[in-house]
């Protein structure tokens, strides 16, 4: 079982911007898939951005194309956010999958392994 931890959260005025860092341990980083997700009050999970675990493919929910940026450095996934808007308020979770295919998902179905999550308020 792998071990997320997420970090980065907090309260930013609207064009603000955060960045969200998820550590792991238990697995090689790189044998993850991983991604982001999130999750405000009432809503179902939804996927936020993912990265395949060789990097070769990311991905974007279309509500955050061209403001949210997935990367890695060393063995930290991180979520760069700017120009926060409102809606983007919600509980952001890392996510984890030791799948065999290298593969990028905002499913999260295709996940096994899930941080605690890290709250973002964006305030108008």
């Known amino acids: 079982q792998v071990q997320l931890l997420e970090s980065g959260g907090g309260s930013v005025q609207a064009g603000g911007s955060l960045r969200l860092s998820c550590t792991a341990s238990g697995s090689s980083f790189d044998d993850l898939n991983m991604a982001w997700f999130r999750q405000a009050p009432g809503k179902e999970r939804e996927g936020v951005s993912c990265?395949?675990?060789?990097?070769?493919t990311t991905d974007y929910a279309d509500s955050v194309k061209g403001r949210f940026t997935i990367s890695r450095v060393a063995d930290t996934l991180l979520l760069q956010m700017n120009s926060l808007q409102p809606e983007d308020t919600a509980m952001y979770y890392c996510a984890a999958s030791t799948d065999r295919y290298s593969r990028c998902s905002l499913g999260p179905a295709h996940f096994e392994d899930w941080g605690q999550g890290t709250q973002v308020t964006v305030s108008s």
């Open positions: 990265r395949s675990r060789t990097g070769a």
